[in-house]
T-cell receptor, first 115, second 114 residues
């Protein structure tokens, strides 16, 4: 069982829809991350929040909009996605912003299909 | 991120040892990690090693680090069918913001034959 909870587990959306992915952790971690993983590929970093502030945006298209309402919650708002955005979206958290012996703890992901 | 390389596939028989190899490029990495991903699941942290260590053992898992060659390996003793999964090594790298992020290797698919 993972201590990082992601909802929903599966999501199918059309290109004109607006949806949100949610992530929650109660480990007291102050850094949270969104990764995108395509089939048979490693996870790729999208966003990092550190102390509820966006620390890193890896040049992700604006159709992905992250939000960190508090230290336990992380959202990813989706709008006007393309079929190539279909992937597994993984949320992770750590005690500090990646590195320094603070490993990332991952949720089980949301499998997104854009039709 | 920096390049982290792994072989794509490894097949072993149940009860044998498995060795998964990884090479990384960022010599400033302070910690190196091994994650396991089962089908349809997220990444499970298996173990990690600090860069000033050569070896770390945790039950059936042994991590070896050759910092000179930037080579990391994960040995799984007495491999079981439940060990079948994709194994990712990961290193931290320094971003322009001064923060560190985690970059992953391509993953090694371990298949355990009964």
């Amino acid at each position: 069982d993972t201590e990082v909870t992601q909802t929903p587990k599966h999501l199918v959306m059309g290109m004109t829809n607006k949806k949100s992915l949610k992530c929650e952790q109660h480990m007291g971690h102050r850094a949270m991350y969104w990764y995108k993983q395509k089939a048979k590929k490693p996870p790729e970093l999208m966003f990092v929040y550190s102390y509820e502030k966006l620390s890193i945006n890896e040049s992700v298209p604006s159709r992905f909009s992250p939000e960190c309402p508090n230290s336990s919650l992380l959202n990813l708002h989706l709008h006007a996605l393309q079929p190539e955005d279909s992937a597994l979206y993984l949320c992770a958290s750590s005690q500090v912003s990646s590195g320094g012996g603070s490993p990332l703890h991952f949720g089980n992901g949301t499998r997104l299909t854009v039709t | 991120g920096e390049d982290v390389e792994q072989s794509l596939f490894l097949s072993v028989r149940e009860g044998d040892s498995s060795v998964i190899n990884c090479t990384y490029t960022d010599s400033s990495s302070t910690y190196l990690y091994w994650y396991k991903q089962e089908p349809g699941a997220g990444l499970q942290l298996l173990t990690y090693i600090f860069s000033n260590m050569d070896m770390k053992q945790d039950q059936r898992l042994t991590v070896l680090l050759n910092k000179k060659d930037k080579h990391l390996s994960l040995r799984i003793a007495d491999t079981q069918t439940g060990d079948s999964a994709i194994y990712f090594c990961a290193e931290t790298f320094l971003l322009d913001t001064g923060r560190r992020a985690l970059t992953f290797g391509s993953g090694t698919r371990l298949q355990v034959q009964p």
